[in-house]
């Protein structure tokens, strides 16, 4: 065998394995394995649920103000009262909720907010069944309303918002309820006899 045809058949292997090699493309990511950065949606604040929403104050309750109407979302929850008593609000975290309005329903204009149990109190802490004392110690601009007594162990006590007032009913040195009425037009949220704003 002569040297040429040896360096010839040595070479035929390297040949074909270079014409068997052929470069593959390079791989594409899996969409799993493309990272992305993804933003949640803020999650709503329901202000139905909020308890710290849900304190009486010179602003009203919650999203209910006086001189309008309940949030629409929020009207479904009051059951409407009767020409005595205002729609009332029956929430689980909340208590009884009492508006009254120009039509006594859910719907109308809002005239008074009442609170009429010790479930929901105002923005500074008292709540129905608390002292006197405590409402003075929490409100120092707390005045009594002599004219809008009832009696003698019957007292209300204001603090002047304006044209808005935050009542107290003392009955005996405690309080009975508590409500947010036109300064103009008090009646006594107490008082379940027929009348009210």
Known sequence: MTPRLLVTLALIPLFALASCAVPSPPPTP???????VTTADPTPVDTAQDPEQWTLSLDGIGPIRLAETVPVDLQAMFTDGWECFGPLLHHPDHGDIEIWTDEGTSDATV??????????????????????AEVE????????SAEADQSDTFRIYTVDGGPISLYFEVVNGVVAAISLQPSAAFWP?????????
């Open 30 to 36: 899996s969409p799993e394995a493309t990272v992305g």
């Open 111 to 132: 005239t008074a907010i009442v609170l009429s149990d010790d479930s929901t109190a105002t923005s500074e802490g008292i709540r129905v069944g608390m002292a006197l």
């Open 137 to 144: 110690g929490a409100y120092p601009e707390l005045t009594r």
């Open 189 to 197: 949220a107490s008082d379940r006899s027929c009348g009210g704003p």
